[in-house]
Structure formats: C-alpha cells, structure tokens
C-alpha cells in the first residue's frame, strides 16, 4: 500500500533554534518529493521538489533531503522563526514530470516558541 | 506566487441548503483538482480536471459536483449540505514552473466550511 508517513506528529522549538522535520514513503514507482508549509487556514506553499536523482536541495533556511534507496526524505529548518510556525507536509509523486497521482502526508505542526 | 483564489474564505450554513464554492485561477493551467482536509489530517482528493468540459472524480467519495466550462474557473457545488461535509475544502492547479522541471502545484487559500 502507498504509503507517506511524517515524524514527529507535533514540535515545539525555542526560536534560534534548528529542528528536522523526517518523511517516510513506501510509494511505488517513485517520481519526485515535495515539501509543502501550510499556515493554519491557509492553503499549502511549495517549499522543494526533488526527483530521484537529487539528493538535497534547498530554500532559503530550509534544507530537504532525499535517499530514494531507503525511501526516506528529511526538511532541516535553520535558525528557526516565529513565521516558521505552520504544518509542513511531504507530497510523493508517482509519475514523471508531469503530475501524476500524489500521496499526502498527515504533516507535522511545527510551534516555535520566542 | 500563486494565482490561484478561492471564495467563500469561511461559510457557515444550514443543514439542507445548497452552496457553490468558487475557484479561480488566472495561470493558465488546464489541472485543476478540489481537496478535503480535516485537522491533523491529509489531504484527499474529491475531483479533478484536466481541461475544460473533462472532470473526474477523485479517491474520496464525495457527494460534491463539479464544472469545467472555462479553464480558469473550476466551482465546486453541494447541492444539500449536511454537518458530515463540515471541513476545509482546498482547490489547487498544477503546471510548468520556469524554475523546476516538474510541474508545480499550487493551491488556493482554501474554504472552511461549517454546516450547522
């Protein structure tokens, strides 16, 4: 079964501080991986996409990471915010470049406390 | 970054009442798909359409339709709304992005819909 599970469910972090955010897929064939934030009521923002060949990639302050042989992605946030704040979610694509069918994380609710 | 508008922003309404949930996107791109999200929750996809007058249904049983008969406008309707459909209801679009070579999605600022 297809499957995209995110670690830990909730975290709570001084601001300053880093944390990292761990994806687990059993997605198979496997096309690429994205990172979504989602602020409460809001609607996701597109943070990486990375395809099997990438193995990091990142924007700004946030870092992901990809091992397509043990199907395992982590997002490393640096020197965290308070605007950090917000659930972030791993997307697995099954198909090519063009959208093929995507497997939604439950997300992981991030508070960074000032 | 993202053309893509949803509205009502938050609807409260009666048990039995029929409703229309707009989607709107001024990109271009022929995908456009409707997603369910409960709290704590994935996202599950209701419907989608690859282009005008094309619309599919998506994994989640949904007693939801929806229309295609302008590629930028993709509303979503409930014809009688029942507190079981109480959730947020996200629309997106997907396309070519100039910077990835794989098609980015983007999603609207979504609906919270409450159904008393």
């Known amino acids: 079964k297809n499957q995209v599970e995110q670690s830990p469910q909730s975290l709570i972090i001084l601001e300053g501080k880093n944390c990292t955010l761990q994806?687990?897929?059993?997605?198979?064939?496997?096309?690429?991986l994205r990172w979504y934030k989602q602020d409460t009521g809001r609607g996701p923002v597109s943070l990486t996409i990375m395809t099997f060949s990438e193995n990091t990639k990142s924007n700004g302050r946030y870092t992901a990471t990809l091992d397509a042989d043990t199907k395992q992605s982590s997002l490393h946030i640096t020197a965290s915010q308070l605007s950090d704040s917000a659930s972030y979610i791993c997307?697995?694509?099954?198909?090519?470049?063009?959208?093929?069918?995507?497997?939604f994380g439950r997300g992981t609710q991030l508070t960074v406390w000032p | 970054e993202a053309d893509i508008y949803q509205t009502p922003r938050y609807l409260v309404i009666g048990t039995g009442k029929k409703i229309t949930l707009e989607c709107s996107q001024t990109m271009g791109h022929d995908k456009m798909y409707w997603y369910q999200q409960d709290p704590g929750m994935e996202l599950h996809l209701i419907h989608y359409s690859y282009g005008v007058n094309s619309t599919e249904k998506g994994d989640l049983s949904s007693e939801s339709t929806v229309s295609r008969i302008r590629t930028e406008h993709f509303p979503l309707t409930l014809e009688s709304a029942r507190p079981s459909h109480t959730s947020q209801y996200l629309c997106?679009?997907?396309?070519?992005?100039?910077?990835?070579?794989?098609?980015?999605?983007?999603f609207g600022s979504g609906t919270q819909l409450s159904v008393l």
């Open positions: 997307v697995v694509s099954d198909r090519g470049s063009t959208l093929g069918r995507l497997y």
């Open positions: 994806c687990n897929y059993t997605v198979s064939p496997f096309s690429n």
């Open positions: 997106a679009s997907s396309g070519p992005d100039s910077r990835e070579k794989n098609e980015k999605l983007f």
